[in-house]
């Protein structure tokens, strides 16, 4: 499986942003996927998942603000990332849950105050 997050910025406090996550290389329709950040000096976390049925999760920290959804015939994962704070600031990765070991390219956000 090959993961590429991409769609990340550079955003004011309160802005929007709605990276994507495009697979390649399995079945991904059947996947159980995930959004994961990692802020500098931080252990990576999982922000928001979404079973190949639709039903998704969130972090307490992001919830009511980030919108996790997945289009199986685009092999894509989306973000969609509303009222963004200065602690959203992270690079994101998308990968599978449990989370394969390679990684993939993630896609840098940073949010200013």
């Known amino acids: 499986v090959q993961l590429q997050a991409s769609g990340g910025g550079f955003v004011q406090a309160g802005g929007s942003l709605r990276p994507s996550c495009a697979a390649s290389?399995?079945?991904?329709?059947?996947?159980?996927m995930g959004w994961y950040r990692q802020a500098p000096g931080k252990q990576r976390e999982l922000v928001a998942d979404?079973?190949?049925?639709?039903?998704?999760n969130y972090a307490d920290s992001v919830k009511g603000r980030f919108a996790i959804s997945r289009d199986n015939l685009k092999r894509t994962v989306y973000l969609q990332m509303n009222n963004l704070k200065p602690e959203d600031t992270a690079v994101y990765y998308c990968?599978?849950?449990?989370?394969?070991?390679?990684w993939g390219r993630g896609t840098q956000l940073t949010v200013s105050s």
């Open positions: 990968n599978e849950l449990p989370p394969r070991d390679s």
């Open positions: 290389g399995s079945i991904f329709s059947i996947n159980y």
């Open positions: 979404i079973t190949s049925g639709g039903r998704t």
